[in-house]
């Protein structure tokens, strides 16, 4: 089932960087019919937002570089104002597969969720890097499920899918990396409807490594503070 | 008095005078000012009578006064650190703010 025509389903990519790919992931949505798109370009320093605007989508600028969690709650912000009914979150490096979307979106439906989390590992498409599938993201599950109370099958996918409900509800204040354990933390927290979705993840070069990882949690920890101190 | 004690006493009290100050401007809040009174005014006794520390370190168990006072400076300067790592982490947040409003004007 395809979403009702009066729904605006949004699609917000965070992109620092991606001038290479951000044509393609562009067009990729634009073949599911999916026509709102907004790019929040992080200060990139090379073309990406002049690629996107080519194709004729929304680009939001940050002047500086603030991260992907803070490029994602720009893109909700905006979402909220102009009252997109679905989000829909998507890597701009090219390595999810658009066709997924609308699978996950009537599942979603079907399901009467808030929120989907897309997994790499439902299914057996995703072809992981061995650090990667063996220690980074099995050890990340553990501490995701340490600060959130949910052990989900991937620890830290960028595929997700919003209902208004939940947009209106979650908010990132992790700039970084760290959005991913926090949104899941609201998830649970507002008592929203949630599942996993299979989605695939293509590996063209490797992303973020084991020093990410350090660094997701060392930001856990400081944000555990900031409210205290 | 030993010069260095009177060197010593000077800079806490200095410290102390800039603490009230930045309670006052509102730059820290009424508990932080009173750990760093606390934490000078403790310092100043232990420069007075550098015995309190033998009787501290006899307290915790420790071997020696200069002993305590190491582990007590390096306790004090994890805190310190861990409160700027804090302190960042809201400078960040508060830029982000900016960009962020700036970005959907
Ligand atoms: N807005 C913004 N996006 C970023 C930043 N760093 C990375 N991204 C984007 O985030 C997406 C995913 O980043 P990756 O580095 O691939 O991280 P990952 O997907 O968790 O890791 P892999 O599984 O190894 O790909 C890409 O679309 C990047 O363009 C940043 O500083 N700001
Ligand atoms: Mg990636």
């Known amino acids: 089932m395809a979403p009702l025509v009066s729904d605006m389903v949004l699609v917000i990519i965070p992109a620092y960087n991606e001038e290479k790919k951000i044509g393609r992931v562009i067009r990729g949505l634009f073949e599911q019919g999916l026509e709102d798109i907004v790019v929040v370009d992080d200060g990139s320093t090379d073309q990406t937002a002049a690629q996107a605007r080519k194709l004729g989508v929304k680009v939001l600028r940050h002047e500086i570089n603030r991260g992907q969690g803070a490029a994602l709650e720009t893109g909700s912000a905006y979402a909220r104002r102009i009252g997109a009914d679905v989000v829909i979150h998507f890597d701009g490096d090219d390595q999810f597969n658009p066709e997924d979307i609308p699978k996950a979106i009537s599942f979603m439906e079907r399901k009467n969720l808030d929120v989907v989390f897309g997994s790499r590992f439902l299914d057996r498409r995703s072809q992981i890097p061995w650090l990667k599938r063996k220690i980074i993201l099995p050890f990340s599950r553990w501490i995701n499920f340490v600060f959130t109370g949910c052990l989900l099958s991937d620890a830290h996918n960028g595929f997700r899918i919003f209902s208004q409900k939940a947009l209106k509800m979650i908010h990132i204040t992790h700039d970084r990396m760290a959005h991913n354990t926090e949104i899941v933390r609201q998830v649970k927290k507002f008592h929203l409807r949630y599942e996993e979705f299979p989605v695939e993840v293509k590996y063209h070069t490797y992303g973020q490594g084991v020093g990410g990882g350090l660094m997701i949690l060392k930001d856990l920890i400081i944000g555990l503070f900031t409210r205290l101190i | 008095m030993l010069p260095i004690q009177i060197l010593l006493l000077a800079f806490f009290a200095i410290a102390i005078m800039k603490v009230f100050k930045r309670n006052y401007t509102g730059d820290l809040s009424l508990w932080a000012a009173l750990f ?67 970005t959907l004007k």
């Open chain 2, 36 to 102: 760093w009174v606390l934490f000078w005014v403790l310092g100043g006794l232990v420069v007075i009578q550098p015995d309190l520390t033998s009787s501290l370190a006899k307290l915790f168990g420790v071997g020696r006064g200069a002993d305590v006072v190491v582990y007590l400076a390096l306790a004090g300067l994890f805190f310190m650190v861990f409160r700027l790592m804090v302190k960042i982490e809201k400078l960040e947040r508060e830029i982000t703010k900016v960009v962020r409003d700036k």
